[in-house]
């Protein structure tokens, strides 16, 4: 590979980083939203929640992410009332679509991680705050959830990484980030391993 192609395929890879890196950033925090959302609803005492929030994220977990952002952003496009409707404004457009699909998917392994978090506080550390004369709701704020929070910031930190690692099946629906653009350039360029 030459100087001038090499300078070619940096600038197109250093502009598609960004939109990697933006889907990684609009993904997590609403993935962190579904999860807070399915994590309180499973814990609720209403049982049509908690089983509506257990399906939310046995169903999500399930299906591979590439089979949602499938059915998402080609699946709906099939019906011709949601066409017709104000939501096809964002089910257009491939970003959106990947966007909604990563956070979905995102938010029910999120939510399992949250779980897992919880589950670790020690009974007794509650009880004892309890006994101290502290709100249930302080409680939750001042020792469950530092607790929690600990417990699953590892496994969490796993999850952003997958969340990463994902942005790269946006390019099958035609959103131009890293991976997407590299397989451009290496057609383009026929130097695989340059470009990788």
């Known amino acids: 590979m030459d100087i001038e192609t090499a300078l070619h395929v940096a600038r197109e890879l250093g502009g598609a980083i960004w939109v990697t890196l933006a889907l990684a950033a609009v993904t997590l ?3 962190l939203i579904f999860a ?3 994590t309180w609803a499973r814990r609720s005492r209403y049982r049509a929640l908690r089983g ?4 939310y994220v046995l169903a999500f977990r399930s299906i591979p992410l590439l089979v949602q952002i499938f059915v998402l952003y080609y699946g709906l496009s099939q019906f011709a009332w949601l066409r017709a409707s104000p939501v096809w404004i ?4 491939p970003f959106a679509c990947a966007v909604i699909a990563m956070s979905v998917c995102a938010g029910a392994y999120t939510a399992e991680v949250m779980r897992g978090g919880l589950a670790a506080v020690p009974h007794g550390a509650i009880e004892a705050a309890l006994a101290l004369g502290l709100s ?3 409680t939750f704020l001042r020792v469950t959830m530092p ?3 600990r417990r699953a910031l590892p496994a969490y930190s796993n999850e952003i990484v997958v969340t990463l690692k ?3 099946l946006a390019c099958t629906i035609t959103v131009m ?5 590299a397989k451009d350039l290496m057609s383009q360029t026929f130097a695989v391993i340059e470009v990788f």
């Open 29 to 31: 925090p609403l993935g």
């Open 90 to 93: 964002v089910l257009k457009d």
């Open 36 to 38: 807070g959302l399915a």
């Open 52 to 55: 509506v929030a257990s399906a």
């Open 177 to 181: 980030e890293l991976t997407g653009v």
């Open 166 to 168: 994902s942005t790269s």
């Open 136 to 138: 249930r709701f302080k």
């Open 147 to 149: 607790i929690a929070i």
